[in-house]
């Protein structure tokens, strides 16, 4: 049974911070590629950053300076360091998994999603 479980989300004012948390289960976490999205309603969703296997990172120009995304293969678990934060960027983060690059359309297992808030 695969799972990717998120934590971490919740309220934060503009210019905070909050850390995210992704742990999987049911993967050879080693060998996927990991990815957070987020979905804010009523926009596409959006791919916010991914790691590669080998800890190759890539980030959406949109947060690139402000997000950190990293691996712990220890304990399987990815993270979104997320600095800075905009109103704009809150929505639902999703965590995924996929054997093959993660990419805008595709990724082969999602997290439930967990809400991210930025407001005063």
């Known amino acids: 049974q695969v799972q990717l479980v998120e934590s971490g989300g919740g309220l934060v004012q503009p210019g905070g911070s909050l850390r995210l948390s992704c742990a999987a289960s049911g993967i050879t976490f080693g060998i996927y590629h990991m990815g957070w999205y987020r979905q804010a309603p009523g926009k596409p969703r959006e791919l916010v950053a991914t790691?590669?296997?080998?800890?190759?990172?890539n980030y959406a120009d949109s947060v690139k300076g402000r997000f950190t995304i990293s691996r712990d293969n220890a304990n399987n678990t990815v993270y979104l360091q997320m600095n800075s934060l905009k109103p704009e960027e809150t929505a639902v983060y999703l965590c995924?998994?996929?054997?093959?690059?993660?990419?805008?359309?595709?990724?082969?297992?999602w997290g439930q999603g967990i809400q991210g808030t930025v407001s005063s």
């Open positions: 995924s998994a996929g054997r093959l690059i993660i990419t805008r359309d595709r990724a082969d297992y």
């Open positions: 790691i590669t296997s080998t800890g190759s990172t």
